[in-house]
């Protein structure tokens, strides 16, 4: 009934056998081998409207399966548009790729794409047309910036980060110790830029990126690029590192305006300058010096060095024994005045006055100016000193007040005391061991008598060099308390008023009156008074 032209058009003989309809041709059609074909309606419908004479019409056609590869006008993306076959050959993985290659795809392309896409004339009916990605291009990647990865805290980071407590809270005074660090240590490690990565179009264009921006890195004050790696900058001197552009510096003198909830504790391994004040409950710790410029008002300083505060310091008494103003140094206190504080120094230099304070000065405590010091000092307790001067100690209402000088001469006892107890227990020993020597000699076997004669003679040799090191350190004791004892005095320069207990060593005086310009010293185991001449 049908058969398939050379052209690929199917034909109906309709000269010895005219069909019906139209419609019984498409029915017989598409339950031929033909069903797949196009059907030709046109024609078709045409022979049955016009009654023509031909001997055949053309019913349907065969169409073999057409791939056509779009390419985006950005040239970013390759579209397969696949027309399945409609009775004719499907298209070919080879076929398929030269329409590929004819369209000038030549980036971006995978062949799994295009294999699902021909995947299709197996599963979609005849004559579907379906679509699919065949390549992408890539759009370039722009390098990274050179990344400084800093290898140490600073204090701008310090202070994002408040001290957690044990309970869970965070105490926004305390930002934990401040970042010093020590010459050598490794500053910031900078990574260098990236030269990013190229893109392309799916025709092959090249698509160049950006180079990631590089700078140098920057040494500071107090570092310098490492000779081994100069990808490094590191300290060459101790101190608390301080980021700049690109780099760092490290101070080893930390400056702060002010010591207050905002700034935080200071906790520095160097030196510390406060330029206005420290606000009560704040705390500094540094094993240099410190100075403030301005006022510590119920505040806790402690140093290692010297500690300056140009003016006064001022608190307030907390219980019997304890103020809230504490300032501690293993050097000098230099200060312009002080209120119910706590001040412990090796030397406690006071310009003005001092009031209701507990100090303690291993050497000297002077209250007034260097050359002629007439500052006043009432209430409070001098814990320790060695030499005391001032113009005016105690008051005019006769408010009592201590004053202990070569109260470390207790200490010095007390290790006398002991010396003199482990000296005595040494010549103990080395009595023990004379009995054991006579004892040896008695012992007849040369061999066993010449062993334990050098074992003997290698523990006497210890103690001896015991004994002797202790008969040292008794005559360095005894002079450092003959020293203390003799220098030990107090200097008034103005008035000594009533109500003042002065102690020196183990001797006690009471005033119970005023005394002008003195000197009061231990003379022969008794306190006494000098009266000075002008």
């Known amino acids: 009934m049908f058969k398939l032209a050379h052209n690929g058009n199917i034909l109906l003989d309709v000269h010895e056998h005219s069909p019906p309809s139209a419609a019984f041709v498409i029915e017989a059609l598409e339950k031929s081998t033909f069903c797949e074909c196009k059907i030709n309606h046109d024609s078709i419908n045409d022979y049955f409207k016009n009654s023509p004479n031909e001997r055949t019409i053309v019913v349907a056609s065969q169409h073999d399966a057409t791939l056509e590869v779009v390419v985006s006008d950005d ?14 050959k499907a298209l070919s993985l080879d ?33 579907t047309k379906t679509k699919a990605i065949l390549a992408k291009g890539r759009l370039p990647i722009d390098g990274q910036p050179a990344k400084l990865i800093p290898q140490v805290e600073t204090l701008k980071s310090r ?14 005074r305390d930002f934990g110790k401040l970042a010093s660090i020590e010459p050598g240590a490794v500053l910031i490690k900078q990574q260098p830029a990236t030269p990013g990565k190229e893109g392309f179009t799916v025709t092959g264009d090249i698509l160049p990126a950006k180079a990631g921006e590089s700078h140098a890195l920057v040494a500071g004050e107090g570092t310098e690029i490492s000779k081994h790696n100069p990808l490094e900058l590191i300290a060459t001197i101790a101190g608390v590192p301080v980021d700049i552009p690109y780099g760092m510096r490290v101070d080893d003198i930390f400056t702060t305006a002010d010591v207050n909830v905002k700034s935080g504790h200071i906790d520095f391994e160097g030196s510390v300058i406060v330029t206005h004040n420290v606000d009560p409950g704040m705390r500094i710790n540094a094993k240099g010096d410190i100075t403030v410029m301005g006022t510590v008002e119920s505040g806790h300083l402690t140093a290692q060095g010297d500690i300056t505060i140009k003016q006064g310091v001022i608190g307030h008494q907390l219980d019997d024994k304890n103020l809230s103003c504490n300032i501690f140094s293993n050097g000098n206190i230099h200060l312009s005045h002080a209120q119910y504080s706590r001040l412990e120094a090796q030397n406690i230099f006071i310009e003005r006055q001092a009031s209701h304070c507990f100090m303690k000065a291993n050497k ?29 100690i105690g008051n005019e209402s006769g408010a009592k007040m201590a004053i202990n000088l070569a109260a470390s001469g207790a200490d010095v006892t007390a290790d006398t005391d002991q010396c003199l107890k482990e000296l005595a227990q040494t010549d103990s020993q080395l009595d023990t061991l004379q009995t054991a020597i006579e004892k040896a000699d008695q012992v007849k076997d040369a061999e066993k008598k010449k062993l334990l004669l050098a074992k003997i003679g290698a523990t006497q040799n210890h103690y001896c060099q015991q004994a002797e090191q202790l008969e040292k350190k008794l005559s360095t ?42 000197s009061v010293k231990l003379e022969e185991s008794k306190i006494e008074i000098e009266f000075k001449t002008s």
């Open 75 to 88: 040239k970013m993306l390759a579209t397969g548009e696949l027309m399945l076959a409609q009775g004719g």
């Open 364 to 392: 000297l405590l002077q209250v007034g100016q260097q050359d002629n010091p007439k500052g006043k000092l009432f209430g409070g307790e001098i814990i320790d000193a060695q030499i005391v001067v001032a113009g005016e």
């Open 477 to 518: 004791l005894e002079f450092h308390l003959h020293e203390l004892l003799n220098n030990a005095q107090l200097q008034v320069n103005k008035t000594l008023h009533s109500g003042v207990e002065i102690h020196i060593f183990d001797k006690v005086l009471r005033t119970n009156r005023n005394y002008p310009p003195c």
């Open 159 to 172: 202070l994002k980060t408040p001290k957690l407590r044990e309970d869970g809270t965070v105490d926004m």
């Open 95 to 127: 076929d398929a790729k030269k329409q590929l290659i004819k369209a000038g795809v030549a980036r971006g392309y995978k062949q799994v794409f295009l294999e699902q896409l021909l995947q299709q004339q197996f599963e979609l009916p005849a004559g």
